[in-house]
């Protein structure tokens, strides 16, 4: 896509350095010519050496003070710009969302207001906001802490086994640190929730444990869904992958890790209505399953930015940064005459090496579709890049590809189907 030049001089800032902080940094270089600073503890391999990027060391990042004084320097190194500040983790964005009145006029942070980002991340309330306008969820029952063990069997007497099991307090759990930890945990029986609760709270949870039906099917029943509402509330655009392949490490399983071009009218039609109703603005990015036996389609959870393979967006010819920049710098229609790309083309997105999707993906029309999307070129890695090609960025990729194979020969287990 031709770059966007902004009418107005601005200076994006994203806190942390995950692979999804290099992916929107790419998007901002690719879109609009410029360059992106990146804020991190150390200096960690996805912005290490990058061509497109400007690494700024701050230690000490969890000390809400040093944020607020370090993007302000970066303010007053940039005479005449704006700062627009971003997040490419959960707790990032509702930090930022927390710190948005304390940053001066030259600071922009495209993000809800806070108590809407910790409604709608808030998966028990996510649940609530699903019924309130007829979206399906999993069915969701949700135990505090308080309870105490011998009244959690009948709490979930209306759920069928197995069950999944994940914190509601998602920022707490990432700190905590204890043997067999795992993102999303399964247990076969209350007797198995029971335990793992256990060791959850002997590490220090105190959190409440959202648990759910299991909705059958493997890695390809996923879907990812990312939606930009205007500020008006209104959802201007939307676009859906298909999950072909997803992370099964324990501590990231879940993480969707190959997309290919997927269309669904009905999800679309879901999310805008849920959406609107809240009066949500801005990126949301949406986990939904599609259940087998019947085509329903299960919103798991939204994600108050986006999602860390979006990626998908860009191999699918769509603007990330255009829209956020024209909006809430330039002051401008997010969508008004802009090219968001051809709906049909058939494209793939994939954080692996691509030889694992042929071992790992085993649908014999898949494998016949990702043949002809590889003759056809359309594949978009995250670290291949033609104006970021140092030996730092070549080594990311190399880590990258040779860490994920390592990953699915321990951990990878054939999903369960049904």
């Known amino acids: 896509m031709p770059p966007h030049t902004s009418t107005v001089p601005f200076v994006p800032v994203v806190m942390g350095g995950e692979l999804a902080t290099y992916t929107l940094a790419?998007?901002?270089?690719?879109?609009?010519?410029?360059?992106t600073t990146v804020m991190t503890r150390g200096v960690p391999a996805p912005v290490r050496g990058s061509a497109i990027i400007d690494n700024e060391v701050v230690p000490g990042l969890d000390d809400l003070d040093e944020v607020v004084a370090a993007v302000h320097r970066v303010a007053d190194a940039r005479p005449g710009h704006r700062v627009m500040l971003m997040g490419t983790m959960d707790w990032w964005v509702e930090r930022l969302g927390a710190l948005r009145h304390r940053f001066d006029e030259r600071v922009v942070v495209p993000y809800p207001e806070l108590p809407l980002i910790e409604r709608l991340s808030d998966k028990e309330r996510f649940?609530?906001?699903?019924?309130?306008?007829?979206?399906?969820?999993?069915?969701?029952?949700?135990?505090?802490?308080?309870?105490?063990e011998q009244d959690v069997a009948g709490m979930l007497a209306d759920l069928r086994p197995p069950l999944v099991v994940k914190p509601a307090d998602s920022p707490a759990f990432h700190g905590l640190l204890y043997a067999g930890k795992q993102k999303v945990g399964y247990a076969a029986d209350v007797a198995e929730l029971l335990a793992l609760r256990r060791v959850m709270t002997g590490a220090g949870y105190a959190g409440a444990l959202v648990v759910q039906e299991r909705v059958p099917g493997g890695d390809e029943q996923m879907r990812v869904l990312t939606t930009y509402s205007d500020g008006s509330g209104r959802v201007r655009w939307g676009r859906m992958g298909h999950v072909l392949l997803e992370d099964h490490d324990p501590g990231m399983i879940g993480n969707p890790l190959a997309i290919v071009h997927g269309a669904s009218s009905s999800a679309m039609a879901d999310a805008t209505r849920l959406l609107e109703h809240v009066g949500w603005t801005g990126w949301a990015n949406f986990d939904i399953k599609v259940d087998p036996r019947d085509g329903r389609e299960h919103f798991f959870e939204l994600n108050p930015r986006l999602g860390r393979s979006h990626g998908y967006l860009t191999a699918a010819g769509h603007p990330v940064a255009t829209p956020w920049v024209r909006e809430h710098v330039e002051g401008l229609d997010p969508y008004e005459g802009l090219d968001v790309g051809a709906e049909t083309d058939d494209w793939l997105y994939s954080i692996v090496p691509v030889p694992l999707l042929r071992r790992y993906v085993t649908d014999p029309r898949t494998k016949e579709r990702l043949a002809r999307i590889r003759r056809t070129g359309r594949?978009?890695?995250?670290?291949?890049?033609?104006?970021?090609?140092?030996?730092?960025?070549r080594l990311a990729q190399l880590k990258n590809d040779v860490l994920y194979a390592r990953s699915f020969a321990r951990h990878y287990r054939r999903p369960v189907t049904s």
Do not use: I, S, W
């Open 26 to 35: 790419r998007a901002f270089h690719a879109e609009l010519g410029v360059r």
């Open 379 to 393: 594949v978009v890695r995250p670290f291949v890049y033609g104006p970021d090609r140092g030996r730092d960025r």
């Open 127 to 148: 649940a609530q906001v699903c019924a309130e306008v007829g979206v399906a969820h999993p069915r969701t029952v949700v135990v505090d802490h308080a309870v105490a």
